[in-house]
């Protein structure tokens, strides 16, 4: 059974960081494309960052140059570090996986965690 246990939101101040990560269990970690989204109050959920199973990541351009993303193969966990973080960046982040590459299309994420919440104030 897959999971996806997503830590480590909190609140931060304009200018922080934070490194928020994303537990998986249930499939071979590194097979999966695994990806963070977001969602704000009142707006759709969007794509952040997706790693595909091939290692390749691909940031959204609100956040190049601000946001890494990396994995633990060993521990499969996938981490977002998140720095000069802007009130805009306000949301609940939420991992999600599937066997394929799903790029930033959330209705073809297969499994999805419970988010983390990140709150940036100015």
């Known amino acids: 059974q897959v999971q996806l246990v997503e830590s480590g939101g909190g609140s931060v101040q304009a200018g922080g960081s934070l490194k928020i990560s994303c537990e998986a269990s249930?499939?071979?970690?590194?097979?999966?494309?695994m990806a963070w989204f977001r969602q704000a109050p009142g707006k759709g959920r969007e794509g952040v960052a997706v790693?595909?199973?091939?290692?390749?990541?691909t940031y959204v351009d609100s956040v190049k140059g601000r946001f890494t993303l990396s994995r633990d193969n060993a521990k499969n966990i996938l981490y977002l570090e998140m720095t000069s973080l802007k009130p805009e960046d306000t949301a609940m982040y939420y991992c999600?996986?599937?066997?394929?590459?799903?790029?930033?299309?959330?209705?073809?994420?297969?499994?999805w965690g419970r988010g983390t919440q990140v709150t940036v104030s100015s």
């Open positions: 790693i595909a199973s091939t290692g390749r990541t």
């Open positions: 999600a996986a599937d066997p394929w590459y799903s790029g930033w299309a959330t209705s073809f994420y297969t499994y």
């Open positions: 249930g499939y071979t970690f590194t097979s999966y494309c």
